[in-house]
Structure formats: C-alpha cells, structure tokens
C-alpha cells in the first residue's frame, strides 16, 4: 500500500505569508493527488486537482506542483479566509490534515 | 448547481443501526460514482465507503466491512448508507461526496455538509 505523509501538522502563519503544505508519498504514484480545504464546522472544499490544476472558483493564489513523490499546496499570499485545515488525497486516503491558523 | 444533502443522523446505543441517506440535485446524478466520507471529532477525513455508477460494484473499509451497506437509487437521485452494529468508534460526521475519474485517479468535487452520528449509551 502506498503511504502518504503531510506535513506539517499545523502551522502559524499572518496575513500576506507565503504557505506551502506538503503530502509525501512512499513511492512514485498517480499524479491524482487533490487538495482540499475545509473550515470549521463545514464540509471540505476541493481546492486543486491532479496535483496542479485549480478548481473552477478557487482564486489563484493557491497552486499545486509535484516534484518526484513530494506534492505541495501553495497559498502565495495568505488572505484572512484561509485560515483553516488543508488536507491531500490520493485514492482512498487522505493525509492526516495541516492547521493553518493566524500567528 | 450541484447539491448533496445528507440527512439520517441521530443518536444510537452501541449495536444499533441507522440509514443515511444523501439526496443529490442540480445534475445527472446517475454518471458518477459516489463516496461516503466520515470524520470522527476533532480528527482527520476517512473514507468509508464507495459505489459505482449504476450500483454493480460496493466497496469498503475495513473497520466498517461487513456491518454497514452502501446503496443508490438513481430513480430518486439518492445515495444512502445503512449502519449495523454501531460502535462508539462510527462517531463522526458522515459526507457524502461525488466522485470525478475512474481507476485510482479521481478527486471528489461535491460535498453534502454532513449529518452526525453519535454512538453512545
């Protein structure tokens, strides 16, 4: 089975940071890796798809690459709605979340 | 738009069932694969449960194979999840979630906002 780790656990951040999340699988795999936002009390919101491609809505300031089995979300300029969790998908498994809260 | 509103949820002592349901609008419900994802208090997403377009193939995890059963009615654009012998450990919110893609590549672009279990005595 493949394993897949995220990293990190939770961070702090402020207003206008540059945020990136990380999922690392245990060997090369499918590029369908997803990332999802979700806030408290609310259902997830898919953000990107297949490693790099933005949802339909999303704004742009949230990416998505992929270097070997290392997949990164990007925020490049972190609004005030963006605080919340972050998790990746791969399949039938979804990395352990990153809380992402104001510094 | 799409919406998936999943109603069902409720208090049940240990060893009890439950139905959910997941009442899917604004397209085709009938073309896509659809998941159940639950996520217990205060912790992380787990899938529990998938089922293919037209019903013909189930899947499951193992911490819930053999006591639940997912189902659809395509007829009435719903999805549910019968619940057997429930443990405090099935505690969680339960999402519906619709499936985009086939094989191991596929993202879930819809969510219903969720319906709560609790198992307790």
């Known amino acids: 089975d493949i394993q897949m780790t995220q990293s990190p656990s939770s961070l702090s951040a402020s207003v206008g940071d540059r945020v990136t999340i990380t999922c690392r699988t245990s060997?090369?795999?499918?590029?369908?890796l997803n990332w999802y936002q979700q806030k408290a009390g609310k259902a997830p919101k898919l953000l990107i798809f297949?490693?790099?491609n933005l949802q339909s809505g999303v704004p742009s300031r949230f990416s998505g690459s992929v270097s070997g089995t290392d997949f990164t979300l990007t925020i490049s300029s972190l609004q005030p709605e963006d605080f919340a969790t972050y998790y990746c998908?791969?399949?039938?498994?979804f990395g352990r979340g990153t809380k992402v809260d104001i510094k | 738009e799409v919406q998936l509103v999943e109603s069902g949820g409720d208090l049940v002592q240990p060893g009890g069932s439950l139905r959910l349901s997941c009442a899917a609008s604004?397209?085709?419900?009938?073309?896509?694969?659809m998941h159940w994802v639950r996520q217990a208090p205060g912790k992380g997403l787990e899938y529990v449960s998938a089922?293919?377009?037209?019903?013909?193939?189930?899947y499951y995890a193992d911490s819930v194979k053999g006591r639940f059963i997912i189902s659809r009615d395509n007829s009435k654009n719903t999805l549910y999840l019968q619940m057997g012998s429930l443990r405090p450990d099935d505690t969680a919110v339960y999402y519906c979630?619709?499936?985009?893609?086939?094989?191991?590549?596929?993202?879930?672009?819809?969510w219903g906002q969720g319906t709560l279990v609790t198992v307790s005595s």
């Open positions: 089922i293919s377009r037209n019903g013909d193939y189930t």
């Open positions: 604004g397209d085709t419900f009938s073309v896509y694969a």
């Open positions: 979630a619709r499936k985009v893609g086939s094989g191991d590549s596929y993202y879930f672009d819809y």
């Open positions: 297949a490693a790099s």
């Open positions: 060997q090369i795999t499918s590029s369908y």
């Open positions: 998908q791969l399949g039938l498994t």
